[in-house]
């Protein structure tokens, strides 16, 4: 396991071989195999190629709003420490004791400006810096330990991107700027898209789902088929307040580097019912081209994933009888436990300088459509479950799924039409995005 | 301990029962109309904090925190035919147990809490769901007897162990 981070395992055996044809027949045919879920071959294949290789998301920075506030989370199966220092500095530090190993901190979250670690005493400052040992002159001598050497562990890498919280496992990932790219262009409408940006809304939901979480980054990235069967119950009760399922048809679904998502349209003028304050504040934070895809084009960024399991939703539901549609942001990891299993963390996010009444009703808004009880997500996990269960058997190994939708007829917005990067087609009835997905997918897993 | 009659207590009882016995058959729309029109029913998220930071509960964010009218949405999506995560329906089993009823602040009010352990299976897959909570319940004397006004479900996990939330606890 010991290996360098640009290498790639060996290229032979058979998980190698099914997965190089996987490739061909995704890039030539536009079709899937179905046993690239839940196959522990291939999640090994996933630890080492992508989840130790790219940048993961952990935490936003409002989450740690004061200096000693800290949260504990976890890149597959490791805990870091993410923590605010007296400073104001965030640090990302391995959560296990340089002593014997000890894991450190052992809650979610809290407050403080040492760790102490349980086992034989040693404290940590929340920069990680070693404090001290317990007895240091009778046990390490009279020049005792050397704080430097002997510090917690920090994340390989670091990188904050408009208060998003990144670490990564591979000290020569690209700067996380880098590797956003172009898709900070459309992250700026859930991140960034008034003067004092999104802040999280107190504590992420979590729950465990046996589903493989590429099912959940790939529907995020540009499902828009999905909606008009997998969600007709909320059409139906009123909670997504449109009169014909095929809505999701027109919108505008892109690409851009490793990274993708759709927009859908909004009723013109409307400005997807956000209030005054936060259309002024738009007006004023994004830039001229952003705000004329929300003024004169009348679409808005629905879903997106950044490469590899981090996603974005933007909507606007109703959330009482014949109620008006809400807008709300929320942002998930789909954290994978094993193969075929994810634990998902869900964030409700709301622009920061909203009026506290608007933040309420998105908060509410978002927690009854998405989120655990979410009437949308709901029926997602059915489906995501569904797969990975059918995809453990034998016949798997041979079953192709289809993933051509509109790419005989349907052609990219001309680049000096589409004022964002990457490509874009004015329509979500399509598998460009999602074939973007599986191409990254492969080329992290396989190399180039 | 008690701090009301047997008389209401064995009505509090009752209403439990009925309730759990509503929701386990799926008969979620006679559940709802046991909602006052004011029902306050949440059930915040909790986190793993140190023994001297509190339960967890940080009284931000939620997995419900509905009112009468978003609960009557929940309930008319299960009313159409395309609720896939509650078809084949959950089996479930709401096992109330410690009730514990005192006089609440209104006149006509109870403050009710009880243990929730809601075993939950569906489909043809072998393992099982359980969710624990502590229910704090606010029951209001009404007409047409008591009704439910306010819950709060306080869980015992800090990461939910069942795939989703498509059923009432
Ligand atoms: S393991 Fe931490 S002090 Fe010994
Ligand atoms: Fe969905």
């Known amino acids: 396991m010991l290996q360098q981070p640009a290498q790639h395992p060996a290229r032979e055996g058979e998980t190698y071989q099914a997965l190089t044809e996987a490739r061909r027949a995704l890039v030539e045919e536009g079709k899937l195999l179905a046993k690239i879920y839940n196959e522990p071959a291939v999640f090994e294949m996933e630890k080492d190629n992508i989840f130790t290789k790219t940048w993961i998301f952990l935490a936003h920075e409002t989450e740690l709003p004061d200096p000693g506030d800290y949260v504990v989370r976890r890149i597959v199966g490791d805990s870091f420490i993410v923590s605010r220092d007296e400073h104001g500095e965030i640090h990302v530090l391995f959560n296990m004791c340089r002593h014997r190993g000890m894991q450190l901190c052992r809650v979610d979250s809290g407050n403080t400006s040492h760790f102490r670690c349980p086992y034989h005493g040693w404290t940590y400052r929340n920069t990680g810096k070693l404090n001290g040992a317990p007895f240091q002159k009778e046990a390490y001598g009279k020049d005792g330990l050397d704080k430097e050497e002997w510090a917690m562990t920090p994340a390989p890498a670091v990188g904050v991107y408009k208060g998003m919280i990144f670490a990564s496992m591979n000290a020569d990932v690209p700067p996380i700027e880098e590797y ?9 409408f859930y991140l960034n898209k008034t003067p004092a940006g999104s802040e999280v809304i107190g504590a992420p939901q979590r729950w465990v789902l046996d589903a493989d979480w590429k099912l959940a980054a790939e529907n995020f990235f540009g499902d828009g088929y999905h909606t008009q069967s997998a969600h007709m119950s909320t059409i139906k009760a009123g909670i997504m307040r449109v009169k014909k399922a095929a809505y999701f048809k027109d919108g505008v679904q892109y690409k851009v580097g490793p990274h993708g998502g759709m927009f859908i349209p909004f009723k013109p003028g409307s400005f997807f019912n956000y209030p005054q304050d936060v259309v002024d504040g738009m007006r004023e934070n994004l830039g001229a081209d952003q705000f004329k895809v929300l003024e004169e084009d009348s679409i808005l960024p629905l879903n997106a994933t950044v490469f590899p399991n981090l996603s974005f939703l933007h909507s606007a539901m109703a ?16 954290q994978p436990l094993g193969p075929g299993k994810i634990e998902v963390w869900s964030w409700g996010v709301v622009e920061a300088d909203a009026p506290e009444e608007f933040k309420e009703e998105a908060k509410r808004a978002y927690l009854t459509t998405f989120g655990a009880s979410g009437t949308f997500e709901q029926d997602d996990a059915e489906n995501w479950r569904s797969v990975t269960r059918v995809a453990a058997g034998e016949m798997a190994d041979h079953h192709y799924l289809n993933y051509q939708m509109g790419l005989d007829h349907v052609e990219p917005i001309p680049d000096e039409e589409w004022p964002g990067p990457g490509t874009a087609y004015a329509r979500n009835f399509a598998d460009f995005a999602q074939q973007r997905f599986w191409r990254t997918y492969f080329e992290y897993l396989l190399g180039q | 301990m008690l701090e009301t009659s047997a008389e209401t207590y064995w009505e509090v009882y009752e209403f439990l029962m009925r309730e759990a016995e509503l929701l386990d058959g799926h008969h979620e729309r006679e559940w709802v109309e046991l909602c006052t029109d004011d029902v306050v029913y949440r059930m915040p998220v909790r986190e793993t ?17 509905e009112t009468r009218g978003s609960l009557e949405l929940r309930v008319r999506r299960l009313e159409t035919e395309y609720a896939w995560a509650e078809d084949p329906p959950s089996r479930t089993r709401h096992f109330v147990t410690n009730i514990r009823v005192s006089s609440a602040d209104a006149e006509e009010e109870l403050a009710v809490r009880s243990n929730l352990l809601l075993y939950r299976s569906q489909g043809t897959e072998l393992h099982q769901d359980l969710i624990s909570a502590e229910r704090r319940d606010v029951l209001r004397r009404s007409e047409e007897g008591l009704r439910l006004a306010r819950r709060e479900i306080l869980l015992d996990h800090s990461v939910l162990t069942t795939h989703n939330l498509s059923i009432f606890l």
Do not use: C, H, K
């Open chain 1, 180 to 188: 956003i790219g172009g898709m900070g262009w459309y992250l700026d």
């Open chain 1, 319 to 334: 959330v009482e009888p014949e109620g008006r549609s809400i807008p709300y942001l929320t942002i998930r990891l789909w």
């Open chain 2, 49 to 65: 904090r140190e023994r001297g930071a509190g339960e967890g509960f940080n009284g931000q964010m939620y997995y419900f925190d």
